[in-house]
């Protein structure tokens, strides 16, 4: 049967009831079924975007959670300061290490609450010894540098360079005199509740744990030991993975002393395991 243009076709109310022969045009049951359709259609979109809300909320949560205790840990943040601090007289009252190449000074300011007395004298023992050497005609007041540059001011010890630059990681040198015994003693352990995930010689209960948490313009002994080799670390964000392995004896607290450091990044190297400086950096040093 043919109503007003459209077939028919008999549409039943329940499965138990039906209409009787009531016909209805397919083209409005279409249109019925359709606004049906767009209708669950909504609903359904309405409750994935709720869904996908709370996941994200969720997520977000679980990341603040994170963050949170990341700052539960008190991350260091070096001081800044302006005025560069005034030569010391006197290595017993100094408060940090001048590092002078032909690049510029670095200014580094001791952290002893940091390292422990060990790390700080081993450092002004080297100056001392280079001073004596000077005095005694034995040393010089100016260095020169294996491509010709030179460095007028300071004392020079045995090794004193730079010789490793990971760009925006870390500037990696050493401090060295002969007649200065190597430092042995550690930097004490700055996170509470310590628990090593190796088994801890009898000596030393806080393996692994020796300094904070890294961050931007701290200065540590390399690998985990007690010297010479040394390294400043340049990288933006808090550097988690090297955990608290490493004694932090000092931090530059400038940005012109920290330019000095990044300048090297700029410096021609190879790759040799490590990003090995073609031609080493040689320093003097001072207290102030």
């Given amino acids: 049967i043919m109503k007003q243009g459209f077939p028919t076709i008999t549409a039943p109310i329940s499965r138990t009831k039906r209409s009787h022969g009531k016909s209805y045009p397919i083209g409005i049951v279409c249109a019925v079924i359709s606004v049906i359709f767009a209708f669950g259609g909504t609903i359904i979109l309405a409750m994935a975007m709720t869904s996908s809300s709370s996941a994200t ?15 539960n840990r008190a991350l260091r943040q070096p001081a800044i300061v302006n005025t560069p ?20 000074d670095i200014y580094i300011h ?11 004298k081993y450092i002004t023992d080297v100056v001392q010894a280079a001073s004596a050497k000077q ?8 260095a020169e540098t294996m491509n010709g540059r030179r460095i007028t001011e300071g004392f020079i010890c045995q090794r004193c360079n730079f010789y490793r630059a990971e760009k925006q990681l870390l500037l990696q040198g050493v401090i060295a005199e002969p007649s200065i015994p190597k430092n042995n003693v550690l930097g004490p352990c700055q996170e509470e509740n310590y628990k090593s995930k190796s088994k801890c010689p009898e000596h030393d209960p806080n393996c692994g744990c020796h300094g904070p948490i890294m961050t931007k313009g701290m200065v540590g002994w390399a690998g985990g030991g007690g010297g010479p080799d040394f390294f400043i670390n ?38 040799s395991g490590m990003r090995m400086l073609d031609e080493k950096i040689e320093f003097s040093l001072e207290l102030f």
């Fill in 57 to 71: 909320n969720d997520n977000t949560n679980n990341g603040a959670g994170n963050n949170n205790a990341r700052s």
């Fill in 85 to 104: 601090p005034q030569k010391s007289k006197d290595p017993s009252h100094a408060q940090g290490l001048i590092i002078r190449t032909h690049v510029g």
């Fill in 110 to 120: 001791f952290t002893p609450e940091l390292a422990g007395d060990g790390s700080i």
């Fill in 135 to 142: 005095n005694n005609g034995m040393g010089y007041t100016t």
């Fill in 234 to 271: 340049t990288f933006a964000k808090p550097v988690d993975w090297w955990e608290n392995q490493h004694t932090v004896w000092g931090e530059i607290r400038d940005e012109k002393s920290m330019k000095v450091v990044e300048s090297a990044y700029e410096l021609k190297a190879h790759m």
